[in-house]
């Protein structure tokens, strides 16, 4: 015994101390992390929750035949301001697809413009006092007050605050992401069980294994250029189409599908293989009834987080055209469309004040079905998921 | 292992859509982010107003739109490309070449930019000359060009207020930068002996210019935050944010829509848009849209596009440019020299 009792008991201290430390460094990280996140919601939900309410106004409508030439002509003057434009120039074709309504009158609940929506909602508004006045006497009434906000859950982008809608963005991403997933999960799969299964093990699968773990990490902007230089300028496909932008990031997902695909291969382990080859199967056969089954959850978790990865992705989306102002909502995938995240950005950069909780209401839909497509991988992997 | 036969089946009935060769009923349109709002608000309301599809409008930038627009004359290239400058003629060469040879131009109004600031402050007046000596990268003293020396503003002049020299502004990409480089700098070095005569646009790099990216909603940001900077946009973002912002008076002219339509605000710029007529034939609806934007109820003085932030043209200079429109005039090389 060259140490005394007292020098090894202060070493003792000292490593749980050292430890100790560690233990509060580590939390305060995690802490650290979660206090971002919980002021990044905050924010949010803070901006986000209005764009969710829209104001309405109950009016008097006349559907008059000078209504139908000057729509503005349909309200009453004092309210004229104060209802939205978007609405007064639809009256003309309702009432032509509409015969029976010319000549009646009624009072109904329309959508109020946009300057009135924030001033309901206490924001900066461009209102004058007069006009104020006539809102707070109609909110009196009960004739002015938020209601849910349908537009913003059933259309497209508009110039005007309160007709803008997150759906058609939502479409253009539906449709791109269901192409992305077309393209990329069969050659994906098919690429990581050839590789993993039959390819032998020599210089040019090395190769190929090490350019397939680069493309992983390339910059997204670069499959952005290659979309538009091949499936644009050389195959013709129409730009700013889901086509297209599906294509583009089918590139991008496809090493993702690839390495996750391997991984959830190799973990298979060999006796199911042996047991099978032993019984007599062809390698088909071992790879199609055995290996692939088992491994498919893992498959599946991989390609959803990918797919997840390229719904948020803009950059390359900008170079092949999808960041473009779409009010329509697009019904095949050859049709000019946006995707979410690229119609955030597009709310982001508006000038008009009501597009701050457009954006920030946005962000929120977009996050709620990241959340939901990420968790979804978590149940399907904890659901499946085979210990060995 | 269904799932995978499934799928492959749903890819190749995708790429068999893609197949087919689509005929265009649809207006293509690129172009100046500064003109895109107008753009896009007329696109609405030719969309929703009329039986054909609403346009489709991608904000590239004027010299993006430009060169998409002359890449060639095939139905894959832009109908229409909004520009917040006039095409250059180097431009109309390249369009040319391509064989991009019939264009008729649109002047749909003006846009100035502001040198504006948080709404904390006085309002500054300030001269073209003083923000060159404050933003150029050299600066001429006792004869000589030398690095910008200027810290702070009342180093320049003592009638501006002590304050460290910080502006927010676009990036080189910008037809802001463009036309504030044209407007102010080049405008000024012109008359400068230190310059030979020559228009100077090299922006200071030590700090004091701060690019703020091509989202004019962040400059705005940016101003209520550090109220000792100045930021320059377009006028529609210092309107909107009049609860927060004031605009420097230049040359003794404050900036306002009256002011930047008769042209006495010295920094505004004209804005347009191109047509290819020779798209007429497979996109005929393109004329409507034009003349729905040259009516006077979007450009005129009661339009709808004063309303977002266009400050309309004088009534004779819309009443030829509607003209122009109408009569599809084809614009010459020698127009724009």
Redesign the interface.
């Known amino acids: 015994m060259s140490q005394s009792f007292d020098e090894i008991s202060a070493q003792l201290k000292r490593r749980h101390r050292k430890s100790a430390r560690l233990k509060w460094l580590s939390m305060g990280a995690l802490g650290l992390a979660g206090l971002f996140l919980v002021i990044f919601f905050a924010d949010m939900l803070g901006k986000g929750l209005p764009a969710f309410q829209q104001a309405q106004i109950r009016v008097e409508v006349t559907y008059s035949e000078q209504s139908q030439q000057l729509p503005l002509a349909a309200v009453n003057e004092d309210v004229r301001e104060l209802v939205s434009?978007?609405w007064l120039?639809?009256l003309?074709?309702m009432m032509r697809d509409n015969p029976q309504l010319l000549g009646t009158s009624r009072q109904e609940w329309v959508l109020a413009d946009g300057q009135v929506d924030q001033y309901l909602k206490g924001h900066?508004t461009r209102l004058d006092d007069d006009e104020k006045e006539i809102v707070d006497a109609l909110a009196e009434q009960g004739r002015a007050e938020l209601q849910f906000n349908t537009t913003f859950f059933s259309r497209g982008d508009?110039?005007?605050p309160e007709l803008a809608g997150i759906m058609s963005a939502a479409m253009g991403t539906v449709m791109t992401l269901?192409?992305t997933?077309?393209?990329s999960?069969?050659i994906g799969?098919m690429t990581a069980v050839y590789l993993e299964e039959f390819a032998p093990d020599n210089r040019l699968t090395q190769i190929i294994e090490i350019n397939i773990n680069n493309l992983a990490a390339i910059p997204s902007i670069l499959f952005g250029l290659l979309g538009l230089a091949i499936f644009?300028n050389f195959?013709?496909?129409?730009?700013?189409s889901p086509?297209v932008g599906g294509l583009t990031l089918a590139l991008m997902t496809l090493p993702v599908i690839i390495i996750a695909t391997r991984t959830a291969l190799r973990s298979v382990p060999d006796n199911i293989r042996h047991a099978a080859f032993g019984v007599g199967c062809s390698r088909w056969q071992v790879v199609?009834d055995h290996v692939?089954?088992l491994a498919l959850p893992g498959i599946m978790t991989g390609s959803i987080i990918g797919l997840a990865q390229a719904m948020g992705e803009t950059a390359p989306l900008i170079i092949v055209?999808m960041?473009?102002?779409?009010?329509?909502i697009s019904a095949?995938?050859?049709?000019?469309a946006t995707v979410l995240p690229a119609q955030i950005f597009t709310w982001?950069?508006?000038?008009?004040?009501a597009f701050v909780e457009k954006t920030a209401g946005g962000i929120l839909v977009l996050l709620t079905i990241l959340i939901a497509m990420n968790a979804t991988a978590v149940v399907l992997r904890k659901k499946f998921e085979r210990r060995w | 292992?269904n799932r995978?036969l499934k799928?492959?089946a749903?890819?190749a009935a995708?790429m068999s859509?893609?197949g087919v060769?689509?005929a265009r009923d649809?207006i293509?349109i690129v172009g100046s982010?500064t003109v895109?709002?107008f753009a896009?608000?007329v696109?609405?309301?030719f969309?929703?107003?009329t039986d054909y599809?609403?346009p489709?409008?991608?904000?590239t930038g004027s010299g993006g739109g430009l060169r998409l627009f002359c890449n060639g004359g095939g139905d894959?290239t832009p109908d229409i490309t909004n520009a917040s400058r006039r095409m250059k003629p180097s431009e109309f060469e390249r369009c040319a070449e391509n064989g991009v040879t019939d264009i008729t131009e649109a002047f749909i109004g003006y846009d100035g930019i502001a040198f504006a600031q948080s709404n904390a402050n006085e309002q500054m007046n300030v001269t073209r000359e003083q923000i060159f000596l404050a933003l150029a990268a050299q600066v001429p003293q006792n004869g000589e060009l030398v690095d910008n020396p200027y810290t702070r503003w009342n180093e320049i002049d003592s009638s501006l207020p002590d304050r460290e020299i910080a502006v927010y502004g676009p990036p080189t990409t910008s037809g802001t930068r463009d036309a504030f480089e044209e407007l102010v700098m080049e405008a000024v070095s012109e008359d400068m002996e230190a310059y030979g005569g020559e228009g100077y646009t090299d922006i200071r790099a030590d700090g004091a210019y701060i690019d703020a990216g091509?989202?004019?909603?962040l400059i705005v940001q940016r101003l209520s935050e550090n109220t000792d900077a100045f930021g320059i946009f377009?006028y529609?973002?210092l309107?909107?944010?009049d609860?927060s912002l004031i605009g420097s008076s230049i040359d003794g002219v404050e900036p306002t829509p009256e002011a930047i339509g008769s042209g006495e605000y010295p920094v505004s710029r004209s804005l347009f848009f191109y047509l290819k007529n020779q798209h007429s034939d497979d996109v005929p609806s393109m004329y409507e849209y034009a003349n729905m934007f040259m009516s006077e109820q979007m450009i005129g003085e009661l339009g709808?596009l004063k309303g977002?932030?266009l400050i309309p043209a004088p009534e004779d200079l819309r009443e030829e440019a509607r003209n122009a429109v109408e009569s599809q005039e084809q614009l010459e090389l020698s127009d724009l020299q």
């Open positions: 434009r978007g120039r639809t003309p074709m900066y508009s110039k005007m269901l192409v997933l077309a393209v999960f069969p799969v644009i195959f013709g496909v129409p730009r700013s086509l199609r692939l089954p055209g960041v473009a102002f779409i009010p329509d095949s995938v050859t049709d000019a982001a950069g508006e000038p008009d004040r | 292992m995978i799928t492959t749903i890819a995708v859509v893609a060769a689509q649809q293509r982010s895109y709002p896009s608000y696109a609405e309301e969309g929703a107003t599809p609403t489709v409008i991608e904000s894959d091509e989202n004019d909603n377009g529609s973002f309107e909107e944010n609860d709808y977002i932030g």
